[in-house]
T-cell receptor, first 108, second 114 residues
Framework: KNEVEQSPQNLTAQEGEFITINCSYS?????LHWLQQHPGGGIVSLFM???GKKKHGRLIATINIQEKHSSLHITASHPRDSAVYIC??????????FGAGTILRVKS | DTAVSQTPKYLVTQMGNDKSIKCEQNLGHDTMYWYKQDSKKFLKIMFS???????INETVPNRFSPKSPDKAHLNLHINSLELGDSAVYFC?????????????FGQGTRLTVV
């Protein structure tokens, strides 16, 4: 079992829909990252969280340290949001462990 | 200026060859990483260096040898390339500040071994 589990693995949404991607982890962490990987392959860091909630534009990320769970929300989704979203946890010792990713496709 | 840059972006080579991938970061970070993304798009850490010293070495064949000439560079040298080495390799850097450890990624190097 992977230390970082993401759900769903695949998600297709209609433009404008509210999207939630979930991440659960089983180890102690110093921070959690949400990453975005577009078809071109580059990885961009969207959020880094160690507690609470962060918002950037239409993206919201939350983390519950006690429950070892984080969610990434996209409001008013758009086709350009189509990408792979990856949850990664920073274990103590500076080791990033990745979830398998969620493939999001937003249709117009 | 690109924060973390890798070269080359694409690398096609024959089995048995030796090749290197270079990585440089201009962020002043102390920690650099190499990750491998397999055909199923799963990312896994290979190595981590902190201030030129190896701190994480996952179960990677010893044909893979990281080299850090200074804290801004972490190069990956691969000897005797095998078909299974085909993957996308990502370099990253981070700078722990208390509990905040932002990570920045290079654009990836797609290695194809034929």
């Amino acid at each position: 079992k992977n230390e970082v589990e993401q759900s769903p693995q695949n998600l297709t949404a209609q433009e404008g829909e509210f999207i939630t991607i979930n991440c659960s982890y089983s180890v102690g962490i110093s921070a959690l990252h949400w990453l975005q990987q577009h078809p071109g392959g580059g990885i961009v860091s969207l959020f880094m969280l160690s507690s609470g909630k962060k918002k950037h534009g239409r993206l919201i990320a939350t983390i519950n340290i006690q429950e070892k769970h984080s969610s990434l929300h996209i409001t008013a989704s758009h086709p350009r949001d189509s990408a792979v979203y990856i949850c990664a946890v920073m274990e103590y010792g500076n080791k990033l462990v990745f979830g398998a990713g969620t493939i999001l496709r937003v249709k117009s | 200026d690109t924060a973390v840059s890798q070269t080359p972006k694409y690398l096609v080579t024959q089995m048995g060859n030796d090749k290197s991938i270079k990585c440089e970061q201009n962020l002043g970070h102390d920690t650099m990483y190499w990750y491998k993304q397999d055909s199923k798009k799963f990312l896994k850490i290979m190595f981590s260096y902190n201030n030129k010293e190896l701190i994480i070495n996952e179960t990677v064949p010893n044909r893979f040898s990281p080299k850090s000439p200074d804290k801004a560079h972490l190069n990956l040298h691969i000897n005797s390339l095998e078909l299974g080495d085909s993957a996308v390799y990502f370099c990253a850097s981070s700078q722990p500040t208390g509990t905040n450890t932002e990570a920045f990624f290079g654009q990836g190097t797609r290695l194809t071994v034929v």
